[in-house]
Every structure is written in C-alpha cells, then in structure tokens.
C-alpha cells in the first residue's frame, strides 16, 4: 500500500487546478467487489460532467484520458475499504485505502484530503514479522485489518519475504541437540529477517511503522536481542496457535499488542498535554485554536476520537461559532476537519485520543510551540 503520510504530502505540494478527486467505498471480496467498477466509472463520468460545464473540451480532453487510463488498469480484486482517485496537471493516481470514505467526486483548486488525514491519524498503521525456525514473514496491518503481505514482488537487496531458512541441520528436537553451531545458525536467519525489515523501513524514510514480532518466546527475544532498530518493536505475541496461517488469521492474533501499543501512545499523549496545560500552553477555545494555528504557533492538535462539530469559520476575524446545524448557510460540517488540516500545514501532529482516555478534558485542544 502507498505511503498515506508522502501522499498527502504530494498533493498538498502539487499546485493543479482544477484538482479532481473521487473517493468511494470499496469491498475487499467477490461478489461485493464487481460493483466497484460501475460505482467509479460512474464518479468519473460526475466529474467528466461538471469539467465540461466549466472548461472547454479540449481542455478537458487531456484530463479525461489520463483519468480512464488509470480506471482501466485498475484491479478491483485488489481492493480494500475505500479508494481514492487524485487527478491534475495531465496525472492521475488511484491509491487504495484501509479505511471507509463517503462516496462524492470534488472539482476544486486544492485535493481532497480530509478523509485520509483523518483516516491515517486516527488509527494505528503497523509491521507483523512472523519468525519461526523455518520461515520469517511480514504484513502491514492497519487496525485489524491487512493492507499488504510481502512477497517477491517487492524487491529487495538482500531477501524478499517470505524467508526461507536453508541452513538449520534439522527441526526435529533430537537433531538439533546434535548440532553445535544450531543457535549461531537461527541467529544468523533472524539477522537477515532483520535486514529485509530495516531496507523496507529505510524506504519509508522518517516514517518507520512500529513493529510487533510474533513467534515462539525463544525466538521472539533472540530476533529482539539481535534488531538493528529494536526501537522500533512495540509488542510481541508468543502464544499463537498456528503461525504458518493465513495473514489475517495472525493479524487477529496480533490485536492484544496493538490494543497495548495503542494505550502506550495515547497515554504519552494525554502526559503530554498535561506538561502543556502545566505550560500554560494549551488552548481549548475554538476561536483560540483557529487564531493561534493561523499564526504558525501550532506543536499538537488533540482531538476526541470521532469528534465532529458544525461551525462557522470566520477567515478574517479568525473566529469560530459553534453550531448544532450543519445544513445551515454558512455552516461547514465539520469544523474539526478544517482546523486538522490547518494544523498539519502548518507543521504540526496531530493525536486522537480515545473518550475513555480523554475523560472529562475537552474533546479538542492544542498544544502550542511557546
């Protein structure tokens, strides 16, 4: 799966207009999946429409074929929760998505991006490396969900998973006591393991995923003992009954570690906008966060899981009023949505928080840089 956090860089760098993007919901399996097809050419035929009410067909023209091109190489089978299609300056790209998103095509001067900046930061992204004695296997995850199992499609330098183990004398329990060199042996399996995942961590750049190992104890500590990035591993599962089965079965069993994980974070959170209340640097005030974010002065927006509040966005005065309408003139639908992006122009992070975490504090605060 595409890189999520590089393409929302991308396209808020990119400076194409008009800016086209379809997002729909999609369907992982068959029969669902043959609908999928129908429901997006018929995006690109709203789009194609409202184009050729503003633009003139030759400018249009361009636009339309490099679109088709990519709906016609695309392959449903491969489909997840939702797709994307961005379309500009004579490209066009459909990127898969782990998560749901509301069904529009939107012609405008800037992409789309609300739904995957949501999407993205309110969720946990993740590594599973599976190592036994035999084999090591790795999976990208997204909550409970596979996003991609690697195979020898992705290329890499030294071994592409799934890694088979060639050198141990036996895997029978008695053999292996007859071998002297038997540990020097798995050590040296679990190290190129390692090194498959830190050259597919590497071409991420900055934006290493946490990693759970899953495994037998034994072998768990050695691979953990022997990483290069051992910061890097957030969780470990050791009690899985099968780890020759299927990818989605083991992401089952990874989610007790990734609930862990998933606290851990949250709970480094909420200590950090502790010190920031302590600093007298944390606002809650809607018109505040909205002045404040417009300065640049912008470290971490919190935001309540699932948060969404109507409001009206005063560009001028930098002010905010609150609304229980969200069809009123005037009203954007969600004003937690704009200041989210607001925020990550500017350079900040962004951290969902749980209700149970967040208690009685308010359901949307920033942090700021001084």
Known sequence: ?????????????????????????????????????????????????????????????????????????????????????????????????????????????????????????????????????????????????????????????????????????????????????????????????????????????????????????????LFKQLSDRPDDIVGEVTNSADLEADAHTLIADAQHAVALHRDAVEAAAMNQRGQAHGANRLLTDFSDIFRTVGEGNCERLYVRRGFIQPGVMDSDARTVTLSEDATADGVTDDVVDELIELVQANGGDIAFLSASTLGDEAPLALQTRY
């Open 1 to 221: 799966m595409q890189n999520l956090k590089t393409l929302l860089a991308d396209l808020k760098a990119r400076q194409d207009d008009p800016a086209i993007s379809i997002l729909m919901p999609t369907h992982r399996s068959f029969p669902d999946n043959k609908q999928d097809p129908i429901t997006l050419k018929n995006l690109v035929k709203q789009a194609e429409e409202r184009l050729l009410a503003q633009m003139d067909k030759r400018e249009v023209w361009p636009i339309m074929e490099a679109i088709n091109a990519e709906v016609e190489a695309h392959d449903h089978s491969q489909n997840l929760e939702g797709l994307a299609l961005f379309a500009g300056g004579g490209r066009a790209d459909i990127v898969r998505l782990p998560f749901a998103v509301n069904e529009r095509a939107i012609i405008d001067s800037n992409f789309t991006t609300r739904d995957i900046s949501r999407g993205l930061f309110d969720a946990v992204s993740y590594f599973v490396v599976v190592i036994s004695r035999e084999s090591g296997r790795l999976f990208q995850a997204y909550n409970d969900r596979v996003v991609h199992v690697f195979d020898r499609n992705t290329k890499l330098q030294g071994h592409s998973f799934p890694i088979k183990n060639h050198s141990l004398y036996s895997t029978s329990g008695h053999d292996r006591s007859q071998a002297p060199s038997e540990d020097n042996l798995l050590k040296e399996f679990l190290n190129v393991i390692d090194k498959s995942l830190q050259e597919i961590q590497g071409a991420r750049g900055s934006d290493r995923l946490p990693v759970i190992v899953m495994g037998d104890a034994r072998n768990v500590g």
